[in-house]
């Protein structure tokens, strides 16, 4: 990753780099198939900043309109209980959120709000085409990258909604269960269930 700064320094003209904590996630798991050249574009299409604790990255029912790489810090992921936004996630460094809204026009289903301060590096619409334009293995990388973090958050979902069913199943209260079940089964099997 030094090598990817210093290339960097050298494409730039200047002696701009990442930061230490956004080298690390931009070598870390989430990225590996990137090789040096597709690190180092990305690195370019991405913005870097620091926000203090207490700070709403994103609002539910508004539109969100980039892509967003957690890399230091903890977030809560709230949702509208009536009138007070309740926790039902803790996102914690490295993560990646935003995705479903960057990707597809609708306006966010949950708010993100900082817990503590975060380093973040975010992909904004216009550097995301750029990236297309200019990388399209660095582009293809990243949201395979995405499909990925939202295939491991479904099969999370998948398991809870498996264990509540059982335990409605397992306590005398088959409605319930067989509620849910048919529920679970219509998420695959109806394209517009919402």
Same mark, same amino acid.
């Given at each position: 990753?030094?090598?990817?700064?210093?290339?960097? #320094?050298?494409?730039?003209? #200047? *002696?701009?780099?990442?930061?230490?904590?956004?080298?690390?996630?931009?070598?870390? /798991?989430? @990225?590996?198939?990137?090789?040096? #050249?597709?690190?180092?574009?990305?690195?370019?299409?991405? %913005?870097?900043?620091?926000?203090?604790?207490?700070?709403?990255?994103?609002?539910?029912?508004?539109?969100?309109?980039?892509?967003?790489?957690?890399?230091?810090?903890?977030?809560?992921?709230?949702?509208?209980?009536?009138?007070? /936004?309740?926790? !039902?996630?803790?996102?914690?460094?490295?993560? !990646?959120?935003?995705?479903?809204?960057?990707? %597809?026009?609708?306006?966010?289903?949950?708010? !993100?709000?900082?817990?503590?301060?975060?380093?973040?590096?975010?992909? #904004?619409?216009?550097?995301?085409?750029? @990236? %297309?334009? *200019?990388?399209?293995?660095?582009?293809?990388?990243?949201? @395979?990258?995405?499909?990925?973090?939202?295939?491991?958050?479904?099969?999370?979902?998948?398991?809870?909604?498996?264990?509540? +069913?059982?335990?409605?199943?397992?306590?005398? =209260? /088959?409605?319930?269960?067989?509620?849910?079940?048919?529920?679970?089964?219509?998420?695959?099997?109806? /394209? =517009? +269930?919402?």
């Amino acid at each position: 990753m030094a090598r990817l700064a210093r290339a960097e #320094d050298r494409k730039r003209g #200047d *002696s701009m780099s990442l930061s230490v904590a956004a080298q690390r996630f931009l070598a870390g /798991p989430l @990225l590996a198939e990137l090789d040096d #050249d597709a690190r180092l574009a990305l690195s370019h299409a991405l %913005r870097e900043q620091q926000v203090a604790a207490g700070t709403v990255l994103i609002s539910e029912g508004k539109p969100n309109d980039r892509l967003w790489f957690l890399i230091e810090g903890s977030a809560a992921v709230l949702r509208r209980d009536v009138t007070d /936004p309740k926790p !039902i996630a803790r996102l914690e460094a490295p993560g !990646i959120f935003g995705a479903t809204t960057f990707f %597809r026009p609708a306006n966010a289903t949950a708010s !993100i709000k900082t817990t503590t301060p975060v380093s973040l590096l975010t992909l #904004d619409h216009e550097s995301y085409e750029q @990236l %297309r334009t *200019s990388s399209p293995r660095a582009a293809e990388a990243l949201a @395979l990258a995405t499909v990925r973090v939202l295939s491991d958050r479904f099969d999370v979902l998948d398991a809870r909604l498996n264990e509540f +069913i059982a335990s409605h199943r397992a306590n005398g =209260n /088959p409605k319930v269960a067989h509620e849910w079940a048919d529920f679970r089964a219509r998420l695959f099997e109806e /394209p =517009n +269930i919402i």
